[in-house]
């Protein structure tokens, strides 16, 4: 009854064949697992063709005659607004939204006293015995502006579409509310497994749904392999593809590509990908080659490695390059300033993809990429050694700029000043600001960041800015101005 197509790793479209009888296994076996009812209003946040939203957020509560509210806005006051006023029980989205819901919560804490925030961590670590040892729940009556926040009615969140950050989860456990975990993809309809109420492990994904399976194929020693799945939900195969198909689907198992293991209780802990895809913490899937091969469209790039990258302070992986120039397009073009050059080409180019597909950091360095005898790119060792801080590398972005007099009397201006204070105090970017850097490259602000900064800016300021004004922002400068 639906195809939705999903991108393989060489960037070619894949259509996932979705039946009735794939829809209604998935409905029936998520009702095995959660309650949920007529009563039940859902939110609704992401792009229907996002699989997690059109079941999950619209078959679900069409299924059980209960509501479906759409937003249209991505601002957080909003969000909040919307989940209050339409009665939300249930919001089901992926982990970038509860982030957002998590960073304001302690953007307002460290505007308290230092008593306060020694009182609320207390309180944290009482609720948290209290839950675990008699299971009671004192979360609304400790916390009960924060749950007021999000409305009157709301009694479950549900987390999917990437990896959750276990600290983010754990403290929204401690502050009383319930946070489920779920797993899945196009293929499986949806979800295929997701903790329980009466038994969420913090950190898993939860057992497979009732009626479907979940194991592990080829495990090393620590019980770490290829997840597989089999079920009513899972799909048929992909659209006139039949080697896709043969190559996903074995023995009644879909093989899926990402790795995991299982503990004594079944519960799924996911724990990579043996695919390359990057998948970001708003669920969206990034395919390497893709972005290469764009952005080595600058002439000044001889090499450039894409691979997701997590930082200390991160909960999710970001776009990161490492980027080797052609020293001798440089020189023949007489280009003596190497960084600046190639920023410049990066940002025009990230400028025709898609915010979410755009570059959040990148590093230029002289030596060649590490490659197999085959000529491909050893991306997890590339990763490791980013990560690990050991890649010798320049730093990133733009470069200290000679002060520009027209520049300075910007950032010294009314506007220019609250701009700088949001971008260091509330989003914490500590690094010093010059009206030329990139808020993406430099700054290192994602599409939903983005949003939420105009979002500070126009509450600040007291005013209302147009809603495609985000679109031709790209500098500090430009913002400013």
Same mark, same amino acid.
């Given at each position: 009854v639906t195809i939705i197509y999903t991108s393989g790793t060489t960037g070619t479209p894949k259509g996932v064949l979705l039946t009735q009888s794939n829809i209604v296994?998935?409905?029936?076996?998520?009702?095995? %697992?959660?309650? &949920?009812?007529?009563?039940?209003?859902?939110?609704?946040?992401?792009? #229907?063709?996002?699989?997690?939203?059109?079941?999950?957020?619209?078959?679900?509560? #069409?299924y059980l005659g209960g509501q479906v509210v759409f937003a249209d806005t991505l601002k957080r /006051?909003?969000?909040?607004?919307a989940l209050q006023e339409a009665g939300i029980t249930i919001l089901a989205t992926v982990p970038q939204f509860f982030y957002l819901f998590h960073d304001r919560i302690q953007e307002e804490l460290s505007r308290k006293p230092a008593v306060a925030r020694k009182l609320f961590r207390w309180m944290l670590r009482l609720n948290r015995a209290c839950r675990r040892l008699a299971g009671v729940n004192l979360g609304k009556l400790l916390f009960a502006q924060v749950h007021r926040n999000f409305g009157a009615k709301l009694r479950l969140f549900v987390s999917g579409g990437s990896a959750f950050d276990p600290l983010v989860a754990q403290e929204f456990h401690d502050m009383g509310f319930t946070i489920l975990q779920g797993y899945g993809l196009t293929e499986t309809t949806g979800a295929c497994a997701v903790t329980r109420v009466e038994s969420n492990v913090l950190g898993s994904v939860g057992p497979a749904l009732p009626g479907s399976g979940i194991r592990i194929v080829s495990p090393d020693e620590s019980g770490t392999g290829?997840? &597989?799945? !089999? $079920?009513?939900?899972?799909?048929?195969?992909?659209?006139?593809?039949?080697?896709?198909? %043969?190559?996903?689907?074995?023995?009644?198992? +879909?093989? /899926?590509?990402?790795?995991? !293991?299982?503990?004594?209780?079944?519960?799924?802990?996911?724990? $990579?990908?043996?695919?390359? =895809?990057?998948?970001?913490?708003?669920?969206?899937?990034?395919?390497?080659? *893709?972005?290469? &091969?764009?952005?080595?469209?600058?002439?000044?790039?001889?090499?450039?490695?894409?691979?997701?990258? +997590? $930082?200390? *302070?991160? !909960? $999710?992986?970001r776009l990161h390059a490492v980027v080797v120039p052609d020293f001798d397009y440089l020189k023949a073009n007489r280009i003596a300033n190497a960084r600046e050059h190639l920023r410049d080409q990066? /940002?025009?180019?990230?400028?025709?993809?898609?915010?979410?597909?755009?570059?959040?950091?990148?590093?230029?360095?002289?030596?060649?990429?590490?490659?197999?005898?085959?000529?491909?790119?050893?991306?997890?060792?590339?990763?490791?050694?980013?990560?690990?801080?050991?890649?010798?590398a320049e730093e990133n972005g733009a470069a200290a700029a000679p002060a520009d007099p027209q520049d300075a009397a910007l950032l010294e201006s009314a506007v220019g000043q609250? =701009?700088?204070?949001?971008? !260091?105090? &509330?989003?914490?970017?500590?690094?010093?600001?010059?009206?030329?850097?990139?808020?993406?490259?430099?700054?290192? +602000?994602?599409?939903?960041?983005?949003?939420?900064?105009?979002?500070?800016?126009? *509450? %600040?300021l007291h005013l209302e800015l147009p809603e495609d004004f985000g679109s031709e922002i790209h500098t500090v400068r430009d913002l400013v101005s």
């Open positions: 296994g998935e409905l029936e076996c998520i009702f095995g %697992a959660v309650h &949920a009812d007529e009563n039940d209003a859902l939110l609704c946040l992401l792009p #229907l063709q996002h699989v997690l939203a059109s079941v999950i957020n619209v078959l679900v509560p #069409l /006051t909003e969000i909040l607004q290829e997840i &597989a799945v !089999r $079920g009513p939900m899972v799909f048929q195969g992909y659209y006139k593809n039949p080697q896709a198909t %043969a190559e996903a689907l074995r023995d009644g198992w +879909f093989h /899926t590509g990402d790795l995991g !293991r299982l503990d004594a209780g079944g519960n799924l802990f996911v724990t $990579g990908r043996k695919k390359e =895809v990057i998948v970001l913490p708003n669920g969206k899937n990034i395919y390497p080659d *893709e972005l290469e &091969a764009h952005y080595a469209r600058c002439p000044a790039i001889r090499e450039i490695a894409v691979i997701g990258v +997590f $930082g200390a *302070e991160e !909960r $999710g992986e990066i /940002t025009r180019l990230s400028n025709q993809l898609p915010s979410y597909k755009r570059l959040m950091s990148y590093q230029v360095q002289s030596d060649g990429l590490p490659r197999t005898t085959t000529q491909k790119i050893k991306r997890l060792e590339l990763k490791r050694l980013v990560e690990s801080g050991s890649l010798r609250e =701009v700088v204070h949001c971008l !260091r105090a &509330a989003y914490h970017r500590e690094v010093p600001i010059n009206a030329g850097m990139n808020l993406e490259l430099d700054l290192g +602000f994602d599409s939903m960041e983005r949003i939420e900064l105009l979002s500070s800016l126009e *509450e %600040a």
